[in-house]
């Protein structure tokens, strides 16, 4: 009884949390437009304060437990908060500046999307390219003229912290005046947060889950959960490593009986480091197998949303995997290619593809055309295949407009997880060294 009274305390202190900060950022954008060039001094001074208080903390951590990582997100706000105080007369210049900065970098990837889309020869790739020609146009007065375009800076900041605070506003709504859970399927336009914000939100979410078993003499971890009995109709898997390329994560599906995943897995075909090549498609029959691959070969912890579809979405959901498969034509790993005396060399190949075809005996495809026969890290990838299947249900979980992040959809998933009148309906924690067991 006490369980489940804290459960429900939980469950209103998370309801009135996601009211609270759809408010602030609701207030927040509107702050921007009033101050149109310049943030108050007190609120300046408020972010070097909180900085630092931040930073302290995460250095103070260290001393149970060191690490060069910690190290570096402690010593992090503190730069900040220093360069703030240091720069504080030209706080909205520097702001005008970074902003410029980050809006650039989306333009690039935009550029570099187009460029592979062109070469596919992808329909509608010119709408890639005006919008990135759009974006240059955003970025390129802040980068330049930062100190004459704060306006421009703060009106973006505004519009959007609006924008995204009225997204959170929609989904405290139907939390606190539930309506009939199929109504949540109506699309709508979803308002992500910036990609440096969530790309490493699954990393977090793994360092305090390696915490919990550190501590936990079972291996088994509880978190809340509110209880639908009912097994999900589609999972998504968010995949995460504690170093390198896998803390920023990997998204696939799970839907009836099959794992279906997308990826960089010929590795033949790679350039620029990885980032680009060949875009392949697997699909998996068996679940449990797949997980313990990738816990074993690479490490991964998985994040499993199981999510409540009804039987249109169901149909849709169909429909969309049998349209995308009109699409492939089989592709072989080198492994295959060396049992069939095809691939001839001294040592059994033990690529990513191989070692997936052996411990699941993956079917595997790559695409004769669409956007999704070159995968680009951050566009076309795990995310954007995952994410074209599931907006077949009207679902929008991620912004298939700018840069594709595993985090974005771990931040959608955990938000839903977490409110009652939720379209997911379970979470399922699958730690590299032990599976963490929750209630569905």
Same mark, same amino acid.
């Given at each position: 009884?006490?369980? /489940?009274e ?6 209103y ?8 900060t759809a408010?602030?950022y ?17 609120v300046r001074?408020?972010? +070097?304060?909180y900085?630092m208080?931040?930073g302290?903390t995460?250095?103070?951590g ?8 910690k190290?570096?997100?402690g010593v992090?706000?503190?730069? +900040?908060?220093?360069?703030i ?8 210049t520097?702001y005008a500046?970074f902003?410029? /900065? ?5 333009a ?7 460029v592979?889309?062109?070469?596919n020869?992808?329909p509608?790739?010119?709408?890639v ?11 390129l007065?802040?980068l ?5 375009n ?7 900041t505004?519009?959007?912290? /609006?924008?995204?605070?009225f997204?959170?506003l929609g989904?405290?709504?139907?939390e606190?005046?539930p ?6 399927f109506?699309?709508?336009i979803r308002?992500?947060l ?6 490493l ?5 793994i ?10 003499d079972?291996?088994?971890?509880e978190?809340?959960?509110f209880k639908?009995d009912?097994?999900?109709? /589609?999972?998504i898997?968010v995949?995460v490593t504690?170093k390198g390329?896998g803390?920023i994560?990997?998204?696939d599906?799970? +839907?009836?009986?099959?794992v ?5 897995y ?6 620029l480091?990885g ?5 392949v ?7 449990d197998?797949?997980?313990?691959f990738?816990a074993k070969a ?5 994040f499993?949303?199981?999510?409540s579809?009804?039987?249109?979405q169901k ?7 049998s349209?995308l498969?009109t699409?492939?034509?089989?592709w072989?790993?080198l492994?295959?290619? @060396?049992e069939?005396g095809?691939y ?8 990513y593809?191989?070692?997936l @075809?052996k411990a ?11 956007? +999704?026969k ?18 077949a249900?009207?679902?929008a ?16 998933l955990n938000?839903q ?7 997911v ?16």
């Amino acid at each position: 009884m006490e369980k /489940i009274e804290g459960k429900l305390v939980r469950q209103y202190i998370g309801v009135g949390s996601l009211g609270f900060t759809a408010l602030l950022y609701i207030i927040s954008g509107i702050s921007f437009l009033i101050w149109k060039t310049e943030i108050p001094k007190i609120v300046r001074l408020i972010i +070097f304060g909180y900085s630092m208080v931040m930073g302290i903390t995460g250095l103070l951590g260290c001393l149970n437990n060191f690490s060069f990582s910690k190290v570096i997100r402690g010593v992090m706000p503190i730069v +900040f908060g220093i360069t703030i105080l240091a720069f504080i007369n030209q706080f909205s210049t520097l702001y005008a500046l970074f902003l410029g /900065i980050y809006i650039l970098i989306i333009a690039i990837v935009k550029t570099i999307d187009y460029v592979i889309q062109r070469s596919n020869k992808t329909p509608g790739r010119s709408m890639v390219l005006l919008s990135a020609i759009v974006i240059y146009l955003f970025a390129l007065p802040l980068l330049f003229a930062p100190g004459i375009n704060q306006r421009r800076a703060f009106l973006i900041t505004g519009i959007f912290c /609006i924008f995204y605070g009225f997204s959170l506003l929609g989904d405290f709504i139907v939390e606190v005046a539930p309506i009939k859970q199929t109504n949540r399927f109506k699309k709508r336009i979803r308002v992500n947060l910036p990609v440096f914000m969530t790309m490493l939100m699954p990393k977090k979410a793994i360092s305090y889950i390696n915490n919990l078993v550190a501590v936990d003499d079972d291996g088994v971890i509880e978190e809340d959960s509110f209880k639908v009995d009912k097994i999900p109709d /589609i999972e998504i898997f968010v995949h995460v490593t504690e170093k390198g390329f896998g803390t920023i994560g990997h998204a696939d599906l799970y +839907f009836e009986g099959k794992v279906y995943c997308y990826g960089n897995y010929d590795f033949q075909s790679t350039k620029l480091f990885g980032s680009i090549g060949d875009g392949v498609l697997f699909t998996a029959n068996n679940r449990d197998e797949y997980i313990k691959f990738c816990a074993k070969a690479t490490g991964d912890s998985i994040f499993a949303f199981g999510l409540s579809l009804t039987d249109k979405q169901k149909q849709a959901i169909r429909d969309r995997l049998s349209e995308l498969f009109t699409h492939v034509y089989p592709w072989e790993s080198l492994y295959q290619k @060396y049992e069939e005396g095809k691939y001839q060399s001294e040592t059994v190949p033990n690529d990513y593809a191989s070692e997936l @075809y052996k411990a699941t005996h993956a079917s595997m495809y790559k695409f004769k055309d669409t956007s +999704f026969k070159t995968y680009f890290v951050l566009t076309t990838n795990c995310v954007k295949l995952s994410d074209y299947v599931i907006r077949a249900t009207g679902i929008a979980a991620a912004n298939p407009n700018g840069i594709m992040s595993p985090g974005s959809y771990y931040d959608y998933l955990n938000e839903q997880y977490r409110l009652k009148n939720s379209i997911v309906i379970s979470k399922q924690t699958y730690h590299h060294s032990v599976e963490i067991e929750h209630e569905k």
